[in-house]
């Protein structure tokens, strides 16, 4: 079966670093996104690995192993508003998206 | 970026009535749109995957006949829940693809509360 998973929830403090990661098996593979929810919304995209390697996009950066069927959500001098959910989706062969349960977030001064 | 535009952001309705909600992509065409269901404190359940043109691809265990899905034109979604009831009250949420770089962006989703 395909499977995503990532930790339930994480602590962090304010301008601090914390590491989500994701596993996943899939039928295929065409691409693995993070997304941000807050509570009450609707997702906002972060970003999108299909090669390996890190892609860096201001404070947040990800990355990915094919081989190993990893990636990492990296988010750098933590704010408060980055208290959120954090959402992992690969894009299987058949360009269906499967989903993490995804990672609560939370933030303390 | 890419804006996805849904509509109503929240609605409340009898038990028995159906409710209509619209998924426009506003500045691209979406050949393909996603409907998802989302329940408090859980994460995204695709329903439905809509393309234009042609019937929605249901997930298993989502009643197709109830979640009416019409995908009428390449910027424009809409999900109809028929017959609503309490248990139906959820988060449903749009998504489209632009299709160049693989993102896919999200309707600001719309609150269904059936009493």
């Known amino acids: 079966g395909q499977n995503i998973d990532q930790p339930t929830e994480m602590t962090a403090t304010e301008g601090a670093i914390v590491q989500i990661n994701c596993t996943y098996q899939t039928s295929g593979f065409n691409g693995l996104f993070w997304y941000q929810q807050h509570a009450g919304e609707a997702p906002t995209f972060l970003s999108y690995?299909?090669l390996d390697g890190l892609e860096e996009k201001g404070r947040f950066s990800s990355f990915l192993s094919r081989s190993k069927g990893y990636s990492y959500l990296l988010l750098k001098e933590l704010q408060m508003k980055d208290s959120a959910s954090y959402l992992c989706?690969?894009?299987?062969?058949?360009?269906?998206?499967?989903w993490g349960a995804g990672t609560k977030l939370i933030i303390k001064p | 970026g890419a804006v996805v535009s849904q509509h109503p952001s929240w609605v409340i309705c009898k038990s028995g009535t159906s409710v209509k909600i619209e998924c426009r992509s506003l500045d691209f065409q979406a050949t393909t749109m996603f409907w998802y269901r989302q329940f408090p404190k859980q994460s995204l359940m695709l329903m439905a995957t809509?393309?234009?043109?042609?019937?929605?691809?249901?997930e298993q265990g989502v009643e197709k006949d109830k979640f009416l899905i019409n995908h009428a034109s390449l910027t424009l979604s809409t999900l109809t829940v028929t017959s609503a009831h309490p248990e139906d009250s959820s988060f449903y949420i749009c998504s489209a693809s632009s299709g160049d770089v693989g993102e896919l962006f999200f309707g600001e989703g719309s609150r269904l509360t059936v009493l």
């Open positions: 690995n299909v």
């Open positions: 989706a690969v894009r299987d062969s058949n360009y269906q998206l499967i």
């Open positions: 809509s393309n234009e043109g042609s019937k929605a691809t249901y």
